[in-house]
């Protein structure tokens, strides 16, 4: 009888891991195409999954100062990079196989982490309203309407107290009802000390959400007066919100309910750039100067000094590559305005002021974070 040596058992051991852990991988990757393509799948893994995936990335990751986002992206960017070395010196066959494989966990860590939300119902029809069609009259009273709330909230001096602001920020998440489709902001949910900041800036990243480890990150060489609302914005991402114009319409909503007059003043004046854009497009060149002129020039001047701002610090060969990329990346995740998406979020307002004033337009539901 010949019996089984110890290297021939070792190797069937292997074997059968490897095995597994494709039979696992596969599984996976056939539930994040089922999120992806059937009907409400999406929704079904914000509603009843993500709560509780982020809630145990969040709190695992919270022990830690550092962001985790940016180790496990480098730790994944080595063993990449590392594994055809390792798999020649031990002799391995199939090295694209082991790569291919390397990237398909990464990318199943990432759909199934945060980026499933990616496929959720819009927003209108998450929210039971029908979208506001273009209206010249609507947007010129909604410009009026912004205009002298934007001029009122200035604020000659600013002084935040960011820890402040951030749990006022996450008081007024949890006001919100759960039908909207937002998770529950957590105490330990909070943003992480970045290691590579400096280049977040040079491509002038404000802040992203990061999907591995359920944490929102800000970039830390923001101002006050932008701090406020790029925080709810990203806050908005880890509440389970992947449409980039609602997650500026929620950190508008939210940080324009505060009690903290900078904080109002950072909703209002966080959209100034996607109210000029639109007003640029919508009027003629002459109303256009006109409205420029209402606003107050200490407005302005705020303005303009966040432009210039980020302009010393941005590497425009940087900034390019950065936004084609994040641009295919959106497109390719439900977001078919890509970039342009942020924009966006004067329509969601346009749209759910006129829900409130047209109870047929509502379809049953007025929102409010004071509901």
């Not at 303009?304 to 425009?316: A, E, F, G, L, T």
């Amino acid at each position: 009888m010949h019996w089984p040596t110890k290297l021939s058992y070792n190797k069937n051991v292997v074997l059968r891991i490897r095995y597994f852990r494709r039979i696992v991988l596969a599984c996976l990757l056939a539930l994040i195409l089922a999120i992806r393509f059937v009907p409400y799948g999406g929704e079904f893994y914000a509603t009843y999954l993500y709560p509780g995936i982020s809630f145990c990335l969040s709190f695992a990751s919270s022990f830690i100062q550092y962001s985790l986002e940016e180790i496990i992206v480098c730790f994944f960017a080595v063993a990449f990079l590392l594994y055809p070395i390792i798999a020649l010196l031990c002799k391995k066959h199939h090295i694209l196989w082991g790569e291919i494989e390397i990237v398909l966990w990464l990318i199943t860590w990432f759909y199934l982490g945060w980026g499933c939300n990616y496929f959720r119902t819009g927003f209108y029809e998450r929210i039971m309203i029908i979208p506001a069609e273009f209206s010249q009259e609507e947007f010129q009273i909604f410009l009026e309407d912004y205009t002298d709330s934007l001029n009122a909230s200035y604020l000659p001096a600013t002084k935040l107290n960011r820890q402040e602001a951030r749990e006022e920020i996450k008081a007024l998440y949890q006001k919100v009802p759960v039908g909207y489709g937002l998770t529950k902001p957590r105490i330990f949910q909070e943003p992480k000390q970045l290691l590579f900041n400096e280049l977040y800036s040079e491509v002038n990243v404000l802040g992203f959400m990061g999907p591995f480890m359920a944490e929102s990150q800000v970039n830390q060489e923001l101002s006050d007066l932008e701090y406020p609302f790029t925080y709810a914005h990203e806050l908005a991402h880890l509440l389970g919100i992947s449409n980039e114009a609602e997650a500026n319409y929620w950190a508008f909503t939210i940080c324009n309910t505060s009690k903290d007059p900078v904080i109002r003043y950072s909703a209002y004046l966080s959209l100034l750039s996607y109210v000029a854009q639109n007003t640029r497009m919508a009027f003629t060149k002459e109303k256009y100067e006109e409205w420029l002129n209402s606003l107050k020039p200490e407005v302005v001047e705020d303005e303009r000094q966040i432009i210039n701002y980020w302009k010393r610090r941005k590497n425009s060969t940087l900034n390019t590559i950065q936004e084609t990329l994040y641009n295919l990346f959106l497109k390719s995740n439900n977001i078919q305005n890509g970039i342009q998406n942020y924009s966006e979020v004067l329509s969601m307002l346009i749209s759910v002021k006129e829900s409130q004033k047209e109870p047929l337009r509502r379809q049953g539901r007025a929102l409010s974070v004071k509901q």
